[in-house]
């Protein structure tokens, strides 16, 4: 504790984030004691040392028993304290720390400060009073809004909703600090509590509203439920019962698989860009990048390198294709403009950051090449030879293959060393997920230089082996073989879409494959027979609906017809009795008996199969990390995050059913199943 007259400043210092660990709890307690207890001091400042206040708390503890003191007992400590204490917020006051701040008697934010309750995207709800006092600074409805969503508030807004009282003149702790001593000498004395003051009245619409919408967000998640149910206790209930029932929540939740499932894929994040061996290798330059191919990824990728100040040389085939391809760019500017996301003068600086050619001469002065052209190996190899001829040395050579050898795509420049796979998803300028395929040759360097550009990109990188399909799609592929299994066992897409959406997937796989198209899975079929590669095992089950429907010109929703139909308008696809019929037929021709299959089975089987196939890519060394592919199902493939991916749910069955269903997945999978090395799991 500091003395700056009669104002006492409790600076927190536990680096690196002032996370609110225990020990920090208990210094914040005795201090705040002495300050009660001297008389020579009339008010106090809460500081963070460093970057930032407390940026959260250390969600390691939440797993455990929490250990006393606990944050409700010291925020209870500030507002018994006959002295007002003013928090000084810079970098982030989240989680606890905005609690902690909620407590005090004023708020002073530094221009650059985020501040939040974001408990609910970690599967609990705010514990140390958030949800009531948040409500009685903001009202019911915005509390709802934040609180449901986690959304972290930038300075200015804060200051104009309310959440803070004043903004730091100027950047820098000083001047913070200097401002945050001010405002506590003007209180001169006075306390102002948050919890003394009465929640705003709105119109029960406005709530019913809030409250509709973040349900619906939150897909009645209970994390969603509970706060929702706690904000609005604290218009009606007293505040020492409402802040009881808010703390008992909280520690039900946090011991629950959801927010289990959320810690562990919040490690799994910060783990995933830690590559082994890569530690103090320094990316390549990387100040233009060149995005070949202006279809659908190429330009969702030339906007996401836009967007993050990244100038583009855009390289399309012909004038056509890339006016075609401009004009998609234009109007997904002007589409942000309009509503009011974006200023037209910075649409317009994206825009002329953006360099369109035909001549692949061009990329002459770029130092990171994405390509994303057909998803054919000769083209591509072609492309990757000529472009020897034109990139600078020590130019990286990226390709957006979804599934093809990027060791064959290496291999046809005359520096494979230089070559990376960025497999982006689509579109490439909202997902999060991306995968940094390491081909056998792919330098330290070119592989950080893909890393570097991820998180340039704001994007959540994960390293794959090269393997086919890598990660995602290796296991998507597997999944949705299974769910053809399953209709020609007995179930039909209708019923196997429901179940897995009912256990939290985005969307069911044959909804999925209708959106995507059936034709580009059915042309690779063609070009795998062809090639023989197909299937390792010749006697594989394989099944034909995919094959059949695509012959009868269902090729998903822009034909009007695949698994369902589309009746013009229609905004979800129908069950229709002719991919009925077809699907009985090929059972019949096949001589299965159909039967009928629970969602139960359909989900299990769905999971195990997923579990399977990461553990056969753990074992070939694929993928490196079992939390990396958790991290790939449930950024890229729709899977529950509350879930927290396949592997986290393998991890919380027991082993000797795991190990006993996976037998029966097998046998229920016939010929040409593969099955994993359980024993990968146990250690996974
Ligand atoms: P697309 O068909 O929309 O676009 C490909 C573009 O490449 C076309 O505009 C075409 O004119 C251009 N092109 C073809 N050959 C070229 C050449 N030699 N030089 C310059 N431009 C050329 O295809 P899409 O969907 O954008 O896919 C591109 C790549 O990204 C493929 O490898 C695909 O497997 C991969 N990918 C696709 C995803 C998707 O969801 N569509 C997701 C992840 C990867």
Redesign the pocket.
């Known amino acids: 504790m500091e003395r700056d007259g009669a104002v006492a400043v409790i600076v927190i210092d536990n680096p690196p984030i002032n996370a609110g660990s225990a020990g920090v709890r208990r210094g914040l307690l005795d201090a705040i004691a002495e300050v009660a207890a001297d008389p020579g001091v009339t008010a106090a400042v809460l500081i963070g040392a460093g970057k930032t206040f407390i940026a959260g708390s250390d969600l390691r503890e939440f797993g455990q028993p929490l250990e006393e003191p606990q944050l409700p007992a010291v925020i209870a400590a500030i507002e018994a304290c006959p002295k007002p204490v003013v928090a000084a917020l810079h970098g982030a006051a989240l989680g606890g720390g905005f609690e902690l701040a909620l407590g005090c008697d004023a708020r002073i934010a530094a221009p650059g400060t985020l501040v939040g309750l974001p408990e609910v995207t970690l599967g609990m709800i705010p514990g140390a009073g958030g949800t009531q006092r948040l409500p009685r600074l903001v009202g019911i409805s915005t509390a709802i809004g934040m609180i449901c969503e986690g959304r972290r508030v930038a300075a200015a807004d804060a200051l104009a909703l309310g959440l803070v009282d004043a903004l730091a003149e100027g950047e820098g702790a000083e001047a913070l600090r200097a401002a945050a001593i001010a405002h506590a000498q003007a209180l001169s004395g006075s306390k102002c509590r948050v919890a003394d003051r009465p929640v705003p009245v709105e119109p029960a619409e406005r709530i019913e509203a809030a409250a509709g919408a973040a349900l619906r967000a939150g897909r009645n998640r209970p994390p969603v439920v509970e706060a929702i149910r706690a904000v609005r206790a604290a218009a009606g209930r007293p505040l020492n019962e409402a802040l009881a029932e808010e703390r008992a929540v909280f520690q039900r939740l946090r011991l629950e698989t959801e927010a289990a499932a959320r810690r562990h894929l919040f490690f799994a994040e910060r783990e995933s860009a830690r590559i082994p061996g890569l530690e103090g290798v320094a990316p390549r330059r990387l100040e233009r990048v060149g995005v ?9 990728i030339a906007i996401a390198a836009l967007d993050a100040g990244l100038p583009v040389i855009l ?4 004038a056509g ?2 006016d ?2 401009m004009a998609r760019l234009r109007d997904h500017y002007a589409r942000r403009v309009d509503a009011g996301k974006m200023s037209a003068e910075a649409a317009g600086k994206r825009l002329a950051a953006l360099d369109p050619a ?1 001549d ?1 001469g061009a990329l002459g002065t770029a130092d990171l090449v994405i ?6 190996l000769p ?2 190899q ?2 990757f030879h ?1 472009l020897d001829a034109v990139l600078a040395p020590g130019a990286v050579l990226a ?6 050898d990027l060791d064959a795509i290496a291999a046809a420049t005359g520096r494979p060393q230089d070559v990376v796979g960025l ?6 300028n909202v997902m999060r997920l991306l995968e940094v395929v390491r081909g056998t040759k792919t330098a330290p360097e070119v592989l950080a230089t893909g890393l570097a550009l991820a998180k340039r990109l704001g994007k959540l990188p994960v390293v794959a082996g090269n393997a086919f399909g890598f990660i995602g ?1 290796r296991i998507y592929a597997a999944y949705r073989r299974q769910c053809e299994f399953l209709i020609e066992e007995g179930a039909l897409p209708a019923g196997i879409d429901a179940a897995l959406e009912r256990f939290g997937f985005a969307m069911g796989p044959f909804a999925v494959a209708d959106l ?1 198209g059936l034709d ?1 899975a059915w042309r690779m079929r063609r070009q795998q027979a062809a090639t023989q590669s197909l299937l390792a095992c010749p006697a594989a089950r394989y099944v034909e609906i995919p094959d059949r429907l695509c012959e009868a010109g269902r090729l998903g929703r822009k034909t009007g017809a695949g698994y369902y139909r589309y009746p013009p308008g229609a905004r979800r696809g129908e069950p229709d009795p002719e991919v009925t019929a077809l699907i009985e037929a090929a059972s019949a021709a096949k001589g299965i008996v159909r039967r009928a299959i629970s969602d139960d089975e359909i989900v299990i089987r769905v999971l195990l199969t997923m579990v399977n196939e990461a553990a056969c890519l753990l074992s070939e060394g694929v993928s490196a990390r079992a939390s990396d592919i958790d991290l790939v199902l449930v950024n890229g493939y729709g899977f529950p995050p509350w879930e927290g991916g396949p592997l986290f749910w393998a991890g919380r069955r027991d082993p000797a059913w795991l190990g006993a269903e996976l037998a029966r997945l097998a046998e229920l999978s016939g010929p040409g199943f593969r099955s994993c090395d359980t024993g990968v799991l146990a250690t996974a």
Do not use: C, Q, W
Not at 423 to 428: C, G, I, K, L
């Open positions: 070949i191919g202006a279809g659908t990824m190429g330009t969702g390289l399309e085939r012909d294709a890339l075609t391809g035909t692949m390509e994303a052209v057909f998803e054919d083209v591509k072609d492309l000529r390709s957006n293959t979804s599934y093809l497999h982006f998803f689509s579109p490439a799609n995507s580009i």
